[in-house]
Structures are given as C-alpha cells and as structure tokens.
C-alpha cells in the first residue's frame, strides 16, 4: 500500500470496496444497468486498451494509451449512457436475447487513500453465455479511482486491462 | 458430391449458401482468390522509421511489414527457411534484425540471411546465403501510403487490377478538404474473431445499404458527433440526394456513396464541438472549390476485392483475414489526417471507435447477424438452399455519366447491385481467372 491516510481502518475500507464491487457485479449480472449509471462520477473515465506483444525493452508500448490511441474503451459518462440505453432497447441483437453474464470479482486491494479519494485494485473473471452455447471469458486486471460522496463511493475512473491480444470474442458488449 | 462452380452463383441474383461454408470451396478459394490477389497489410505511418516494422497478415499468412535499415519498404512472410519458426513475434516495434528463436538464423531488416550458427563446422560454409533470405512477395505497391502485396508472380499490376476503383478509393484517401494529404494510422489495430465466413463482411461493406433495420438500436441513441439521431455524422445533412452503388466489374471492387444533386453550403456534422465542427465547415468550402460537380459525391465505403473494405465517415480500413470457411480474423486501422488539429483528431478517434469494431456501438450488431445468419448455413437442410440478391436490379448508368468509370455500373437506392457484382468477379476467379 502506498500513501495511505485513513479515516478508517484498513479492513474496514477493504471490506467497504469489496461490498461496493459485488454490488456493483449484481448489478451489470441482474442488468440494471441504468442503476450501475448512479455509480458513476459525472466526469468518470472508463478506458480499457490494447495490448500488444512487444520486445522487453519495449514494454512501455504494451498498451495502447488513453485519449490518445485506439482502445477497446475510451468513454466518458455520455458514452456509458448511450450504451445502456443500447443494451436495454430490447433491439440490439448482439444483447436481445440478453445473454446471461457472472462477474466475479476478486484480489481487491487499496492502492491510496487520502480525503475523499480511494484507488483500488482488483482482478475480474467474467463468464458470458448467450444463445445456445456461445461462451466468453473475460480475465484481467482493474484500477480505479473510487471518490466518496454523501451517497456513497463512486467511480471516477476506471481503467481495465483484459489479458487478451486478439480479441477472444467477437463483442465485447458486457461491462467491466 | 464434387463442387459444381457454374452454379454457385446464378445470373439471375441466386447465390449458394455453400461459399460461406464448404471447407471445400474455402480450400479452392485459398489458392484461386487469396493467392492471387492483391492484399492490403498496412500504412507507410506505422513504419516512419528506418528499422520500424508492423507485424500483419495476408490471408492465412503472417508477414512482416518492414522499413530497412537504409529506409526500404519490404513485406516478408514471417517464417524462418530453416524450419518455419516465426522470426518475428512482436505486433510493432523497431530492429535492425529478426533473430529466429528456434536455431538462430538471424535476417536484417531487407530480409537477408545474415548469419547462420554452425555456418563453418555445420554447414562446412557451403550454404549459399544469399538463396536463403525471408521470402517477400514478387509485387508490392504503395498507394498514397497504403501497402498491398500480391503473391502471384503473374498478377496484373497493381493499378490495372484497382481499376475504376482507384478513383473511389483516391476519394476516400483525399484530406476532408479534398486535397492530397498525409493520413496517419492512430496508434493500436483492433483485431477480433468473427465466427462467421470473410465474406459476410466483404459483401456488408461492398453494398449493403439494406441493412438498415440491424443498427435500429444505434439509430436510436445519438452517437453522431453532430449530436442528432442516426449513427452518420452525414445523416444531418438532409438534402435530396441518391444512394450510389457502383460496382466494378473489372476487379470486382464495390465503392458506395451519396451523390447529391445540389451543391448545398455546409451543413453542420459536427455540432456538438465547435472548434471541429468549423475545421470540417472550413474544410468542406475548399472541397466544393476543388472538386467542383464530382463534390456533390459523398462517398460512404466499399470493398476492395477481395477482402480490404474502408469507411469513408468512420476513415478506417478494415481486413477481413479468413481463418478457415467458419472464421474470420477483422482487423482494423482508423486514420486521420496528419496536420489536423488535435481536437479534431479526438473528436475523429472517439467517434471511429464507438461505432465500429466489437465494441462499437454499431458493428456489435453486424456481428451478431453474420455470425448467426452463417451459423444457420450449416443445416443440412439450409446449406441446400440459396440466398436471395436480387434487391434492386435496375441499374442508371447516367448517374456517373462524365466521370470516365468505363467498368462500373451504378444501381441508386436499395439495390445488391454491388454483392451482385463481388460474387460474379469471385466466381470468375474460383474457375481460374485473373484478379
Ligand atoms: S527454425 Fe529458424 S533457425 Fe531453425
Ligand atoms: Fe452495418
């Protein structure tokens, strides 16, 4: 842990993260995404890159770079919007019918706290289902900067590294 | 039962369903389409540098994208001549050689066989090296910056085989402003599987404006910069106009677009953001000033036969790799122009990237339709039956009347008039003619 000034203890923020995370998994699992919204910091950002194989003295070229590059992800609020009322418009064939998703959601450690402000680490296995015997699974890593307001944490930001090159699945239409 | 080619595709607009999913007609098409014809692998900007290489792919093999070392543009087939080891398996970077893995035949960046472990006790010097370099393909051509490859030693030069279609595909690589620019490839290629035959995307893009009632939900959300409905940043500008489908027989290339009738003063297409939505006003005046009547074509995208489809809205290329008849490998570029703004090249990024690809808010249902509607040619039943291209079979040449396209036919509006056209010049080469 590094830069840590707690108005908790340790196991308790820990624990505090970790309810907020299954909670969070419910929800995107039970589809109610327009509630997962209320999550969301106003000026949120929710990037996951690409990855690509690169030479060991090139690793800092292993992703490819927020509000710069291409990514699988690179959206503010509006965007995250848009793509819920998507998923929810019962036309979106690549989620009607809606598939059937688990999110786990494990290794939650706190990287920082300081005033209103947490960072926070975790790892995701997603499993994902649809149609008759369609299967992805998601495994990677997750970072966000977690801000407390009087309703509760929400995300500011979020950036997911899916341990993929290629792509394994031909839509990535589940949340991280 | 053996292949019987003549009736795989019918004159009359019937098409079987055994080209999406024979393993048989996939083997014949390996050797008779992918082999013969030219194959895009890259962009010039992702190689500025002497040493710089891009690792890409045509058809089922991986080559090499490469600048040597004195500044040389080379594709090579990534296999090592010893044993077949990949000698690259970096995705980019930058070197002055590929080391083979395996037993260390080492290549320089032109593809030379320079070294070779044991050369004296092993091989008693004998080997000629100079026999044994990576393997590049007989004809590369560079077009305004894009590269493409064809492995056939008698392919037809690269322009003649374009054809018609250089004048589509210029018009997509032209600046916003109409002008001859440089594009640049923002960094990553989106690369993904599609559980569906190649051509499922080579035919959407060559002419499928149909298809309108797969992105219903899209359509629905605003994610067009000029903050309306409709997912096109064009479907703002409401002025009478026709759908154009050109298909070039020649080639087998598709280009489609709006050809509108009058030379309307800019319409905003970019009005959530000021700064970007005055960069493409700007841009449009100089366009209308330099193309004069040939402006009045907005052009929307196309296929490059065989497997290379680009967006004119979204400015991406896209390669659609088969990986058997089942599988395909989508990999796609998004391009902007060099000298633009930042804001505008965000704008441009963020947009692209929303509605294409697996996480595009409207590819996702493009793929969901290919990959089911080819799964459901696998019954045995359903492999019997053909599918229906025959939308739209007028065809108003006069449409392009004037602009010296002597191998393309136009069809305006809902039409298959283009997959028509795609299929014919691939069952042309199925019976071993040339691309
Ligand atoms: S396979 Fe490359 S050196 Fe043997
Ligand atoms: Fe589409």
Known sequence: MENVAFQHSLPALVHEVEQFYFLEADMFDEWRLREWLELLADDVRYFMPMTRNVAHNNRAAQFTRPQQDVAWFDDDKQILVARVEQILSGVHWAEEPLSRISHLVTNVRIHAAEGDTVEAGSRFLIYKNRMQSETDIYVGKRRDVLRRTADGLRIAKRTIWLDQNVLLAKNLTTLF | ?435
């Open chain 2, 1 to 435: 039962m053996p292949l019987d080619l003549d009736t795989l595709v019918t004159d009359d607009g019937l098409i079987s369903r055994e080209i999406f999913s024979s393993a048989e007609v996939y083997a014949r098409e390996r050797e008779t389409v992918f082999a013969k014809s030219w194959l895009f692998v890259g962009h010039v900007s992702q190689i500025p540098n002497p040493g710089d290489f891009f690792l890409s792919t045509t058809g089922e093999d991986s080559v090499i994208l490469s600048r040597d070392t004195k500044g040389k543009v080379h594709v090579f087939l990534n296999s090592c001549r010893h044993r077949g080891m990949r000698v690259c398996r970096f995705d980019e970077g930058n070197t002055r050689r590929f080391l083979c893995p395996y037993h260390g035949w080492t290549y320089a960046s032109d593809g030379t066989l320079l070294g070779v472990p044991e050369f004296t006790n092993g091989y008693q010097g004998v080997l000629d090296k100079s026999q044994w370099g990576l393997i590049e393909p007989p004809h590369l051509f560079d077009f305004h910056g894009m590269i493409w490859v064809n492995w056939d030693p008698q392919a037809q030069p690269f322009l003649e085989s374009l054809g018609d279609m250089a004048f589509f595909l210029e018009d997509f690589l032209r600046m916003p402003d109409g002008g001859i620019g440089e594009w640049e490839v923002i960094g990553g290629v989106m690369k993904w599987p599609i559980p569906a035959n190649w051509k499922w995307g080579a035919e959407n893009f060559a002419g499928d404006f149909y298809h309108g009632i797969s992105h219903a939900s899209v359509d629905q959300i605003a994610i067009s910069p000029s903050g309306e409905l409709g997912r096109h940043q064009s479907d703002a500008v409401k002025r009478p106009m026709k759908l154009i489908n050109a298909s070039i027989a020649k080639g087998g290339h598709s280009a489609r677009g709006r050809l509108f009738e009058d030379d309307y003063p800019y319409t905003s297409e970019y009005g959530k953001y000021a700064e970007v939505d005055r960069y493409f006003a700007d841009a449009y005046e100089k366009r209308q000033q330099r193309l004069g009547p040939l402006a009045r074509l907005h052009g929307a995208g196309g296929t490059v036969f065989p497997n290379m489809s680009y967006s004119n809205g979204r400015y991406s290329i896209a390669v659609w790799n088969p990986r058997g008849a089942d599988r395909t490998e989508a990999w796609r570029w998004y391009l902007v122009p060099k000298d633009a703004p930042e804001a505008v090249k965000d704008v441009m990024r963020h947009y692209a990237i929303r509605y294409q690809g697996p996480s595009g808010m409207t590819e996702q249902d493009d793929l969901e339709n290919w990959n089911y509607a080819h799964e459901a040619c696998h019954g045995n039943v359903a492999r019997k039956l053909d599918f229906n291209y025959q939308l739209g079979r007028e065809t108003d040449d006069s449409l392009l009347a004037g602009w010296n396209l002597p191998h393309t036919t136009v069809a305006a509006g809902f039409t298959e008039h283009n997959q028509r056209g795609f299929y014919r010049h691939w069952q042309s080469m199925l019976s071993g003619g040339q691309g």
